[in-house]
């Protein structure tokens, strides 16, 4: 969800007050003038600067993660739905008391502890579907290196058995739902669970390393019911070992995962 | 067209052993063929909306109530009540699976016909009209987020018809006992994805073409005695 910057002044006349015509585009920080009437020869302009979510392009071509995920089930999970979320956010935050917050305190805070408000929705699906896409890259799966592959060995004792655990959970799920490999601060370790409907770890305060979308809007053009042959196209073909590397290594500035190995020459 | 499950215990006379027969469930044919709903649903969608994601839902049901008779000969109440949710997902998929393939007809044998006489009477006197209703209906299952079921229910005890919504596979019954499903349209992306992708309020307006109003009234005719 980057907040784009475009330069739209918006100012008709001289010393007329007139209407503001708000036209909001979802992808830019809008100038809009207020304008006064006044005596004074010249005009002067006001600007309130009002800024809302746009719809983050995923890192990779809509067709880039054939043949695991169709050009079809992006363009139309990624235009469509992702996209629908994004404009009811902004919908919401016109009127809404979360306006400026970030994506990620507006999931925690309108989770409301589990009693969500009705921000809470698409907050939480906008952020989920960018964690989703950058989850994902073409070539992706097969086997984490270095440092990954030791903390997910250290946490599930095998990469097979972290494989089978995720799998497990998402194939557990009940109706639409996540499965996610996220970091709990308290413990300091990985960890697999599946979630429903929005909900993701931001909401109990963990860390999220992988997310896995399990709507069935997101395999079922692909796989019809076969949900474990999408659940194991990602982890062999489409997870993005490279960002879940980078996630923890942001995510070691949060929680302290031990003793760095510094190789004594 | 209510389904009961059955857990029967048949005691062997002085007590010494405990036989139990368990009731397990079958996928109820379809009374049309796959291809009979279309151009509404597509037949590719009611064969795997029948074969596969019904059946499993069947399929599952059985293992969770083997499940449950083993929990409670055991005294296992932990495990008996760890099998709740299994049993409510997927008995409740097959018991609304099973009302749903009622409420469709093709056209050929009367499918979107309205309603006459009771039921037509009781919708406009408790909605206004049969366009009020579907509206309601229509709009109930688009707001749905997530998963879920929109009904055309009956209040038995306060004698009016109510639109009324379930998520995932939570059946009527969840929302009042005294509620008797006369319609239910399943909002679950795999009942429409296919064909409408996202765009469910199109899938919602087009579904009343086959929907069975004929079985809605002897439903509601029978309940209302």
Same mark, same amino acid.
């Given at each position: 969800?980057?907040?784009?910057?475009?330069?739209?002044?918006?100012?008709?006349?001289?010393?007329?007050?007139?209407?503001?015509?708000?036209?909001?585009?979802?992808?830019?920080?809008?100038?809009?003038?207020?304008?006064?009437?006044?005596?004074?020869?010249?005009?002067?302009?006001?600007?309130?600067?009002?800024?809302?979510?746009?719809?983050?392009?995923?890192?990779?071509?809509?067709?880039?993660?054939?043949?695991?995920?169709?050009?079809?089930?992006?363009?139309?999970?990624?235009?469509?739905?992702?996209?629908?979320?994004?404009?009811?956010?902004?919908?919401?935050?016109?009127?809404?008391?979360?306006?400026?917050?970030?994506?990620?305190?507006?999931?925690?805070?309108?989770?409301?502890?589990?009693?969500?408000?009705?921000?809470?929705?698409?907050?939480?699906?906008?952020?989920?579907?960018?964690?989703?896409?950058?989850?994902?890259?073409?070539?992706?799966?097969?086997?984490?290196?270095?440092?990954?592959?030791?903390?997910?060995?250290?946490?599930?004792?095998?990469?097979?058995?972290?494989?089978?655990?995720?799998?497990?959970?998402?194939?557990?799920?009940?109706?639409?739902?996540?499965?996610?490999?996220?970091?709990?601060?308290?413990?300091?370790?990985?960890?697999?669970?599946?979630?429903?409907?929005?909900?993701?770890?931001?909401?109990?305060?963990?860390?999220?390393?992988?997310?896995?979308?399990?709507?069935?809007?997101?395999?079922?053009?692909?796989?019809?019911?076969?949900?474990?042959?999408?659940?194991?196209?990602?982890?062999?073909?489409?997870?993005?070992?490279?960002?879940?590397?980078?996630?923890?290594?942001?995510?070691?500035?949060?929680?302290?995962?031990?003793?760095?190995?510094?190789?004594?020459? | 067209?209510?389904?009961?499950?059955?857990?029967?215990?048949?005691?062997?006379?002085?007590? &010494?052993?405990?036989?139990?027969?368990?009731?397990?469930?079958?996928?109820?044919?379809?009374?049309?063929?796959?291809?009979?709903?279309?151009?509404?649903?597509?037949?590719?969608?009611?064969?795997?909306?029948?074969?596969?994601?019904?059946?499993?839902?069947?399929?599952?049901?059985?293992?969770?109530?083997?499940?449950?008779?083993?929990?409670?000969?055991?005294?296992?109440?932990?495990?008996?009540?760890?099998?709740?949710?299994?049993?409510?997902?997927?008995?409740?998929?097959?018991?609304?699976?099973?009302?749903?393939?009622?409420?469709?007809?093709?056209?050929?044998?009367?499918?979107?016909?309205? %309603?006459?006489?009771?039921?037509?009477?009781?919708?406009?006197?408790?909605?206004?009209?049969?366009?009020?209703?579907?509206?309601?209906?229509?709009?109930?299952?688009?707001?749905?987020?997530?998963?879920?079921?929109?009904?055309?229910?009956?209040?038995?005890?306060?004698?009016?018809?109510?639109?009324?919504?379930?998520?995932?596979?939570?059946?009527?019954?969840?929302?009042?006992?005294?509620?008797? %499903?006369? &319609?239910?349209?399943?909002?679950?992306?795999?009942?429409?994805?296919?064909?409408?992708?996202?765009?469910?309020?199109?899938?919602?307006?087009?579904?009343?073409?086959?929907?069975?109003?004929?079985?809605?009234?002897?439903?509601?005719?029978?309940?209302?005695?």
């Amino acid at each position: 969800m980057v907040l784009q910057l475009v330069m739209a002044p918006n100012w008709c006349g001289c010393g007329v007050a007139s209407a503001n015509s708000t036209k909001i585009s979802t992808n830019a920080f809008k100038m809009s003038s207020n304008r006064f009437s006044f005596s004074k020869p010249y005009p002067r302009r006001a600007y309130r600067v009002t800024a809302y979510y746009g719809l983050t392009t995923p890192p990779y071509e809509l067709d880039a993660l054939e043949p695991y995920m169709s050009k079809r089930t992006v363009e139309i999970h990624w235009g469509k739905h992702h996209n629908e979320h994004v404009e009811k956010l902004n919908k919401h935050l016109k009127t809404s008391a979360f306006y400026g917050h970030t994506l990620e305190e507006m999931v925690k805070a309108t989770y409301n502890n589990g009693s969500p408000l009705v921000e809470f929705n698409d907050a939480s699906l906008v952020w989920s579907h960018d964690f989703f896409w950058e989850s994902m890259q073409p070539n992706g799966g097969s086997l984490p290196r270095g440092g990954v592959l030791d903390q997910i060995e250290k946490d599930f004792g095998t990469f097979t058995n972290f494989k089978d655990e995720f799998t497990f959970a998402a194939l557990s799920l009940f109706g639409p739902g996540w499965v996610w490999l996220y970091l709990k601060k308290n413990g300091r370790k990985l960890a697999v669970a599946p979630t429903q409907n929005a909900i993701s770890p931001l909401v109990w305060g963990d860390i999220p390393i992988i997310g896995l979308d399990m709507w069935e809007h997101a395999y079922y053009l692909d796989y019809k019911d076969d949900r474990s042959a999408y659940v194991n196209n990602f982890l062999d073909h489409l997870v993005s070992w490279h960002s879940v590397m980078v996630r923890m290594m942001r995510a070691e500035a949060f929680v302290n995962l031990g003793e760095p190995k510094i190789p004594v020459a | 067209m209510a389904l009961r499950s059955v857990v029967s215990r048949k005691t062997l006379a002085p007590a &010494l052993r405990h036989y139990r027969s368990l009731t397990t469930f079958t996928l109820p044919d379809l009374p049309y063929d796959y291809g009979a709903l279309e151009p509404a649903i597509s037949g590719e969608i009611m064969r795997l909306h029948h074969q596969k994601h019904h059946q499993t839902y069947v399929t599952n049901y059985n293992k969770a109530l083997e499940q449950l008779d083993a929990a409670v000969s055991k005294g296992d109440v932990r495990g008996v009540v760890q099998l709740q949710s299994a049993l409510k997902f997927n008995g409740g998929g097959h018991v609304n699976h099973s009302i749903f393939w009622q409420n469709l007809k093709p056209v050929s044998e009367g499918g979107g016909e309205p %309603p006459h006489g009771a039921l037509g009477w009781a919708i406009d006197k408790d909605f206004g009209s049969l366009e009020a209703l579907v509206k309601k209906i229509n709009s109930e299952g688009a707001a749905l987020q997530g998963s879920g079921w929109v009904w055309l229910a009956l209040d038995n005890e306060q004698k009016i018809l109510k639109v009324e919504t379930t998520p995932n596979q939570d059946p009527l019954v969840t929302k009042g006992t005294s509620l008797v %499903p006369l &319609l239910g349209i399943d909002v679950w992306e795999h009942a429409y994805y296919l064909q409408y992708k996202n765009v469910r309020p199109d899938y919602l307006t087009n579904i009343w073409k086959v929907i069975n109003w004929k079985y809605a009234s002897e439903v509601y005719e029978k309940e209302s005695a």
